[in-house]
């Protein structure tokens, strides 16, 4: 997510372009299913079916992999379910622009994480289920507000396959921030019958049901259906893009490495295609709007930018990287969406590296709950920040030193990074105090012993979720110095510590 600017600077108009990197356009290896869509003999797409749709077995090994232990979220606890440890969501969606439906069959393979009467997911109000079925047998379920509730009892520690078949117009949720540049998060439909989606920190089951909570991470599958020329793009590899004899277009994407449900996104549109790749040799590709094109180029940078984090932060923990443009005008952006436009927001480029960051501080590690949102966001900013200076052959202190001015008052105003304002989420506190910090941090250790940390974290708890006793203990425990209270005042205390 882009932060939002310092109160002290004046911020021109955005475009109204939002640009992702999206959390897994990033071909990863694993998980073998057999996603519903496949393109038959005649070169037209087979529609996905209650019968034949999530071919996932629920002894799949792959699965292993997605095995999370739930939690009731701090900030948040009406989102999320910690009954439900979600596995592999394979969703089959289809959009209709003109009547702006969306029909959804989707097939959910979960781990009851405890024996219940009962167990719920989110799904937006909007959305009509019209079946749900648990390992193939009908089920009685209530579906009030954004709860889900299915009536079938469950055992703790087995597997089953929920398949939920629903169809409606989705609309945005509310978002619990006071920030200016964005008030809606989830499924998103513009004026031209395009969408597009952004749920940090919640938001996705307004267009399926799911546990949305950053704790349980889960495999993906998606079959996007839509009328030609619009095309659907999503998480992880594109696997097939086959134009159908009625006139659409159905892409299959595979996700093969958990994420975290407000990671995930889709975005149906006019869109093509640019392939690309970092020096590195990681793949790069560029979706972006037919009507558009010149901003293919103005994207690129991100090959050089992706480089330089790597020598920052090591290889990239994925196998590809996806950036995607919507049309937006919102400051939302997770990394799967970050706001670009270039043309009246200079900062455009720093922010593609704050949002490629995320890949390692934020999707390759996943904060528990919400409270630790300064985990994906303090980082980022300051690789940022670092990065500007080294390309501005500036110190860093010089881009510090205005935040710093309005870091005191950022955390009057929505509580200290670790504590906020639940009503005032991502606000600058938990991106420009947690800079600070890392800053601070630096000064002590000295470059070589603090970037080595910054490098090592991720691989410590890779694809798993992590919490503020966690980093801030591995950190004392990797230098040999107690750090708590160093931690604790920085993201804890009412008062801003003093600098070096």
Not at 87 to 113: K, M, N, Q
Not at 338 to 345: M, V
Not at 465 to 494: E, H, V
């Amino acid at each position: 997510m882009r932060a939002p600017r310092p109160a002290r600077v004046t911020r021109r108009p955005l475009t109204g372009l939002l640009a992702g990197a999206l959390a897994g356009t990033l071909a990863l290896a694993g998980c073998t299913s057999d996603s519903p869509g496949t393109p038959s003999a005649s070169g037209s797409p087979t529609r996905a079916s209650a019968s034949n749709a999530g071919a996932v077995a629920v002894d799949d090994a792959a699965l292993d992999a997605a095995e999370s232990t739930p939690v009731e979220d701090r900030v948040y606890p009406k989102v999320g379910d910690p009954s439900v440890d979600a596995l592999h969501y394979d969703l089959d969606l289809t959009w209709e622009p003109d009547s702006r439906t969306l029909t959804g069959v989707e097939t959910l393979v979960f781990r009851a994480t405890a024996d219940a009467e009962q167990f719920q997911l989110d799904l937006g109000a909007p959305l009509e289920v019209s079946a749900v079925r648990l390992d193939g047998e009908e089920e009685e379920y209530d579906h009030v507000g954004k709860d889900l509730v299915v009536r079938a009892p469950v055992t703790g520690d087995r597997r089953y396959t929920l398949v939920v078949e629903y169809a409606g117009t989705p609309k945005p949720v509310a978002a619990p921030t006071t920030r200016t540049d964005f008030s809606t998060l989830g499924w998103t439909i513009t004026r031209a019958g395009e969408t597009w989606t952004m749920q940090e920190p919640f938001g996705a089951y307004s267009w399926y049901a799911v546990n949305d909570q950053p704790s349980d991470k889960a495999l993906y599958d998606f079959t996007i259906t839509a009328p030609d020329p619009m095309v659907g793009v999503a998480n992880g590899t594109l696997e097939s893009r086959v134009k159908g004899d009625d006139g659409t277009t159905v892409t299959r994407w595979h996700l093969d490495e958990p994420a975290s449900s407000y990671l995930v996104t889709v975005a149906i549109g006019d869109y093509e295609e640019t392939r690309d790749r970092s020096k590195s040799g990681v793949p790069v590709t560029y979706w972006t709007p037919r009507s558009q094109p010149r901003f293919v180029r103005r994207l690129q940078a991100a090959t050089e930018e992706l480089d330089w984090l790597e020598d920052k932060l090591g290889a990239y923990p994925f196998s590809s990287l996806g950036i995607l443009l919507v049309d937006s005008e919102s400051g939302m952006e997770t990394q799967t969406m970050i706001t670009l436009g270039a043309e009246t927001y200079p900062t455009s480029v720093p922010v593609i590296v704050h949002e490629m960051s995320h890949q390692w501080y934020g999707d390759q590690v996943t904060p528990v709950d919400w409270r630790d949102l300064w985990m994906n966001e303090g980082m980022a900013m300051y690789l940022q920040l670092a990065w500007q200076a080294d390309n501005a052959d500036a110190p860093i202190e010089r881009f510090l030193r205005q935040y710093a001015a309005v870091e005191p008052f950022l955390r009057r105003e929505a509580g200290p990074p670790a504590d906020y304002d639940p009503a005032s989420f991502a606000r600058g506190n938990v991106y420009y105090s947690p800079a600070l910090m890392w800053h601070e941090l630096r000064l002590q250790l000295g470059d070589k012993r603090f970037w080595s940390g910054v490098r090592a974290w991720p691989r410590v708890h890779l694809n798993g979720n992590a919490a503020y006793d966690d980093i801030t203990t591995w950190w004392s425990q990797r230098t040999g110095r107690d750090l708590s209270k160093f931690f604790d005042a920085w993201l804890l205390g009412k008062r801003s510590p003093r600098r070096s």
